[in-house]
């Protein structure tokens, strides 16, 4: 029984548990990524990148990280990537986009006749593929938005729409492009300075590369301080500092000492502005948050303010202008356009994203994570090809893995069992479905605003 005395307000005591303190070693590793199943996903799926590059050097003979093979890998697939990364956006919104290999067809055949039969200059020629891109995105995007017709439908007519279109300006025909294009798809950094058995160019990269990844664990490190939001431990951010330093700096001797008069591709170079660009927009920026709200509860998006239809319409244009992006490096670097382009590569993104840790329901995924997928098959095709893998066993194996990485996905989030990460580390971990919760909450309301604000904060 507790006493009062009169005219004092006595505040009701409350219990506080101890804060308990995070056990250490190797299971803080997972702070690496942050928190989250689809950090958790993300981490694993790197593990396994990095198991089958492992697997594919010993099997191989050490051919995989050959140099001169290192740089076709990265030329042969930066147009898959590229997809990837507007096929996350558009898979987290909860769509689905399957004329992306279309669009890219009829683009580059579009561009490939403007400079060869029209006489334009290079440069206005990949203005207007890009002109191309977005006249189509919005056309799809006006459909899904505003019509109500499901992505699904839309892009499959599209599919067909645009592969007709291809082969009828080319007249089925392949269309040769200028030497000076095929930079953008075939070409490598520069060459300068004194001789030292490397590219300079790409050593000047990798050196950028590798103190940019230092300086942004210390700025993380100092916003995580400011903010007062737990942290790993020093010992966690150094080892990520120098595993990814480490990685950098054997990539960039790998990418600059192969054969004379080849470096680190140009596709590589616009692929990783891409990345960056688009990762900074999905994480930081009010309309990535945006997409993550309307893929994860679309009706409780719209009544915090969110305007879907524009969210839906600028997403499915910006995957038609990515679309003829990597259409015109697909041409460049195979210095022709013709009417067996693009297909299957819509595919080729689907899988990557899925792969990368994405949720087929839409409202989960990442930029890097997507990549990081789309690795795994690019390496996957090009480790099994030096095996001397007929083509019919590749498209079954890719199969197989894009089936048990989205199977182990749905089953984890059935049984409410602890998140990937949790497994690899051992013991608890949260449930998927705690996870899944923490992962989709900062997308409606952002965790420094009260619950009662989140409209607000979707708006402004």
Do not use: C
Not at 283 to 308: M, P, W
Request: glycine letters at 14%; charged letters at 10%.
């Amino acid at each position: 029984m507790t006493t009062q005395t009169p005219g004092t307000t006595q505040t009701p005591r409350t219990t506080q548990k101890p804060a308990t303190k995070r056990s250490g070693g190797i299971r803080d590793l997972g702070m690496m990524f942050g928190g989250g199943q689809s950090k958790g996903r993300q981490f694993g799926i790197l593990g396994a990148l990095v198991v089958i590059v492992l697997l594919f050097q010993v099997l191989t003979g050490g051919k995989t990280l050959d140099p001169v093979n290192l740089i076709n890998l990265v030329n042969q697939n930066a147009y898959v990537l590229i997809l990837a990364i507007g096929m996350v956006m558009v898979i987290i919104a909860g769509h689905i986009d399957l004329s992306v290999g279309s669009v890219a067809a009829v683009v580059g055949i579009i561009v490939a006749t403007s400079m060869t039969e029209w006489q334009l200059p290079w440069p206005m020629a990949i203005l207007l593929g890009l002109l191309v891109g977005i006249v189509i995105g919005a056309w799809q995007g006006w459909w899904v938005a505003y019509v109500g017709v499901p992505a699904f439908i839309v892009t499959l007519a599209g599919m067909l729409i645009f592969r007709g279109l291809n082969q009828l300006i080319g007249n089925a025909n392949t269309i040769p492009v200028p030497e000076e294009f095929t930079f953008i798809g075939g070409g490598f950094l520069p060459e300068w300075g004194p001789d030292t058995g490397y590219n300079n160019s790409t050593l000047l990269l990798g050196l950028v590369v590798a103190v940019a990844i230092a300086l942004l664990e210390v700025r993380a490190r100092r916003n995580q301080t400011a903010t007062g939001a737990e942290k790993a431990p020093l010992w966690v951010s150094v080892f990520k500092v120098i595993m990814f330093g480490a990685v950098v700096i054997y990539a960039t001797l790998l990418f600059g000492g192969g054969r004379v008069g080849t470096s680190f591709p140009v596709s590589g170079i616009i692929l990783g502005v891409l990345i960056i660009l688009y990762s900074f927009v999905t994480r930081s920026t009010i309309f990535g948050r945006h997409v993550y709200a309307v893929g994860g509860n679309a009706h409780a998006a719209e009544l915090s303010g969110v305007k879907i239809k524009r969210v839906n319409f600028f997403v499915m244009m910006n995957m038609s202008v990515l679309a003829a992006l990597a259409g015109m490096i697909a041409v460049a670097r195979s210095v022709s356009s013709g009417p067996q382009d693009g297909i299957g590569w819509e595919l080729d993104a689907i899988a990557a994203v899925f792969i990368g840790g994405a949720a087929v329901s839409g409202g989960i995924g990442t930029v890097a994570g997507s990549i990081v997928g789309g690795l795994v098959i690019a390496v996957l095709n090009n480790g099994l090809q030096l095996l001397g893998v007929t083509s019919d066993k590749v498209q079954i194996i890719k199969g197989l893995v894009l089936l048990i990485a989205v199977g182990i996905d749905v089953y984890s989030h059935r049984r409410g069992g602890p998140s990937l990460i949790g497994r690899l580390f051992g013991g608890g971990g949260r449930t998927a479905a705690a996870d899944s919760a923490a992962a989709e909450q900062p997308a409606v309301v952002p965790s420094s605003e009260p619950a009662e604000d989140s409209s607000r904060s979707l708006t402004t």
